[in-house]
């Protein structure tokens, strides 16, 4: 490719996670808004409903003569992700009532082909039933509209994942009417699992985008996984990365990321990928909670109560099954930047008390408070009625995260809200070695009872600033004479091995 070598999606994603404004945005030219954009989220102005459609109706002379279905779908995406940065809550509303109903009544070729744009990728609002009303009539249909109405195949769904769990990629190809074209999602898991950015590509440089992804990894001296999810699955990660960027959008306020001359911004190629996500098979596994433990709004996590009446809770392994695989997890404190990790290997049968008192060991924590595990199947730490919480004592690791890549939450001290990640990474064959044991991990834990991780973050500056007014106050509060005896990015694995050997 020359100079033209777009930059590769590993390094694109390095450089998301600092600022998802920067680099470049596709790996190919796509239809684009208008180079000037006016709409309420590059403005700032509120939504006017009758400019905006005189806006769509100007515009749509440009939607019509569109070949690739594709560009159709990002110009109708432009449309609903332009209405909802607007930050206007009946914007849903609106569409239904008021911009879909005087498409219908224009009875254009522009209109009808703005109303088949809105329902490829925001189906349901009454666009599809208004562009049967007007072909029905006989208005001028697209010539695009042959190829949109043609079935959709995934063809490819991989996830591509750096060993230290901290970031990963998504991406998929589809295929239809003989266009393929994919996208990629980059997911930073020390961000409450969200998406950082989306960028598409021609489906035909599948095999040079896979090369550059592998090449620039080596380079970086980043070893990744790959592995080919089941659809189910993979939409199960796309929604999650997707759920947990919105909730940060919305709290943002959103990083108006509106496109260039690239192509199209994150909000737009969300848009479409959400569309993607839904024709394909319902995820194995119930929606993920946000990364600090708030449901998202898209898709709402039952009450552990709720849970328990819906989800049973796996059977335990008998005898007659053979041993438990050995667990590889990985235990992230979730709010911590730098990451504080752990990664453990463990008896998948070993129960949830036990491996309490593994994290408690592996962070440093004292065992001084209450503790919680959040899981699929309900609450568990010391049986509590009022709390809702069940008794931890009988229930596995294994019960409550069956495969590999599943998740669940270990929550100590209910004040400072120690939350932990607990992702298991892989099933292992046992090795003539003790159990549990520690085999990675970064930086200290932090001191328990200091008031939790945005307190530690305070407490790192004050150490780090000898004039800071409450710099002595630290030191004797942490029982150390100097700062430097303080050393927030050392951990060794082995010591905790050994303790942990020690506990047994």
Not at 223 to 248: C, I, K, M, N, Y
Not at 249 to 260: C, F, K, M
Not at 302 to 330: D, E, F, H, N, V
Request: some cysteine.
């Amino acid at each position: 490719m020359g100079e033209d070598r777009p930059v590769s999606p590993v390094s694109r994603g390095r450089k998301k996670a600092k600022s998802r404004q920067s680099g470049q945005r596709v790996l190919r030219a796509v239809t684009t808004p208008p180079d000037e954009c006016d709409c309420p989220a590059c403005s700032g102005m509120p939504l006017d409903a009758e400019e905006f459609l005189d806006d769509l109706l100007d515009s749509a002379a440009d939607l019509v003569a569109l070949e690739d279905p594709l560009d159709v779908e990002l110009f109708g995406a432009t449309v609903i992700a332009a209405g909802e940065l607007a930050g206007e809550a009946s914007f849903r509303e609106e569409l239904t009532g008021g911009i879909i109903p005087a498409l219908a009544a224009a009875a254009t070729p522009e209109s009808l082909a703005l109303l088949l744009a809105i329902d490829a990728v925001h189906p349901g609002q009454g666009a599809s039933d208004a562009a049967r009303s007007l072909t029905g009539a006989g208005v001028t249909a697209p010539a695009w509209q042959a190829a949109m109405a043609r079935p959709m195949r995934l063809t490819v769904s991989r996830r591509y994942g750096d060993l230290d769990g901290e970031a990963s990629m998504l991406l998929c190809v589809f295929e239809r009417s003989g266009h393929s074209h994919g996208f990629i999602v980059h997911v930073d898991h020390t961000d409450c699992d969200a998406a950082a950015d989306i960028i598409t590509f021609p489906g035909e440089l599948l095999d040079e985008v896979t090369g550059m992804i592998q090449d620039d990894a080596r380079r970086s001296g980043v070893t990744l996984s790959a592995d080919d999810l089941d659809p189910g699955e993979f939409r199960w990660q796309v929604e999650r990365a997707l759920d947990a960027r919105a909730v940060h959008d919305r709290e943002g306020p959103p990083e108006l990321d509106a496109g260039d001359e690239d192509g199209p911004g994150y909000p737009t190629l969300a848009v479409v990928l959400r569309a993607r996500m839904a024709i394909l098979p319902e995820p194995p596994r119930p929606p993920a909670p946000h990364g600090d433990g708030r449901p998202v709004a898209t898709a709402p996590i039952p009450m552990p109560s709720q849970r328990r009446s819906s989800t049973t809770l796996p059977a335990k392994r008998r005898k007659s099954g053979g041993p438990a695989p050995i667990y590889q997890i990985k235990v992230g404190l979730r709010g911590a930047k730098p990451p504080i990790w752990r990664r453990l290997e463990v008896p998948g049968d070993i129960g949830l008390a036990d491996l309490h008192l593994v994290i408690q060991v592996a962070f440093g924590w004292n065992g001084g408070h209450l503790h919680v595990f959040e899981t699929p199947y309900g609450s568990f730490g010391v049986a509590d009625p009022e709390l809702e919480h069940l008794a931890e004592a009988p229930v596995t690791l294994e019960q409550v995260a069956p495969a590999a890549g599943d998740r669940i939450q270990y929550l100590y001290d209910f004040g400072d809200d120690w939350d932990h990640d607990i992702r298991v990474e892989k099933l292992l064959d046992r090795q003539a070695v003790a159990y549990p044991r520690c085999t990675g991990g970064r930086r200290a834990a932090p001191p328990d009872d200091c008031g939790g991780i945005w307190a530690y973050t305070e407490i790192l500056e004050i150490l780090a600033d000898p004039d800071h007014p409450d710099h002595d106050e630290r030191l004797e509060w942490l029982d150390l004479e100097s700062a430097d005896e303080f050393r927030p990015d050392e951990f060794d694995a082995a010591a905790v091995t050994r303790l942990l050997t020690a506990m047994r």
